[in-house]
């Protein structure tokens, strides 16, 4: 069925005192992202549009955490409740809207998209005016709770601290995800009073208000399948308990497509991460946001990537950390290599032990083996990158950028002051300074000649009081 027509509000004010945070609770990261912004992806699956956020504590923060075009903020300050939460969300829909409105909640990062369109597509083939989903569970605890007339039809939601002992013995549970007819949600919020415990404005009110005014045919509870999909995150312990099942899942996925996981306990893979099978990922490593691996990648262990595609076959050793790059195929990296954003390797390259790159683009074949940093440069094939060579890409103000050709051999302990150019076919001796472009086949160096002065050793100890053994300077230093 079509989801055309239909706008979102997701209630994401709160601070989440049981936390223990000055974080707004919706900030604090689940599998590498936000919980605000899994909410928001799982609803954006629906296309609908505006998605509006109500925000409160830390609302800027919060706002920065959302990554949506067509997204609205709503500020509710001073925070009443969840029905007026909702009010401030509805204010930012056009007045004109009319279609289904979707809410549900910043704290409910498990959501899934698939399960939200099956939900807007039985609200609709019922042609209801509410609907809103609810599951059974053994141990409702401090849910609220969906009573039901002597036929079964929904009466109305009752919140836990409201309920009576009856009540509360109730197992079928209001997740808190509800889609509204618009005019319906308009007039309904309207009427709210804070007559509860709390004095707060309860959102599960409209239930009743909306059985009311359209009968019970037009309300309607759907009965969702899996109950971590709504689990809320109200608490530290709650959200390492979501992490942990989700990546139990992720990973029983990986291994089931093909992928050799040798510590499964210890990968922490992102959803999003797409890894091809044959591949071998060690202990303790991290692939979050939206990894690509190849086929046959191996990865020893103790590594940390981050939105980085990785070609076939390519061989990540030990302490290797990368983000925002791409690594081209049969490429071999650390150890303890560093490739910062903007590293590309066109492919059979060579990234050693303490290497570190930022924005360095490398050509086929090309390898920086040693202790070297390459900022802000473009290096042409099967050029040998010495250990200790440093681009000097910074002046203090600005970033400056460095071109080397094909073929060259860059000794150790070479600086390229940027901006500058060396063609290709190029050999720096080692310990040269470049300060201007080098022409394509040429040898370059920048030696001062080395001198010798007889004696001076017997010198420096004389000035020091100490002996050619080094014995009285030790003695001293006791």
Known sequence: MTTSNVAAIILAAGKGTRMRSERAKVLHELCGEPMIARAVRAVAALKPDPIVIVVGHQAREVEAAVNSSNARFALQEPQRGTGDAARCGLGQLPADFTGDVLITYGDMPAIKGSTLRAFLDAHRKRAAKLSFISIILEDPAAYGRVIRDARGNVDKIVEFRDASPAERAIKEINTGCYIVDSALLRSALAELKPANAQDEYYLTDIVAIARARCGNEKVEAWAADDPVEFAGINSREELANMEAEIRAAVNRKLMQSGVTLVDPSTAYISEQAEIAADCVIGPN???LGACKLAEGVRIDGTAWLSNVTIGPRCHLKLGVRAEDCIIGEESEIGPFANLRAGTELAGHNRIGNFVETKKAR???????????????????????????????????YEKHHTEIGDRCMVGCDTQLVAPVKVGSDVYVASGTTIIREVPDGALVMSHHPQREKSGWMATWRKRHNDSPDGSLRRKKDQ
């Open 285 to 287: 490593v991290q692939i």
């Open 362 to 396: 490398l050509g086929r074949g090309t390898k920086a083996s040693h202790l070297s940093y390459l900022g802000d440069a473009t290096i042409g094939a099967d050029t040998n990158i010495g250990c200790g060579v440093i681009t000097v890409n910074y002046d203090g």
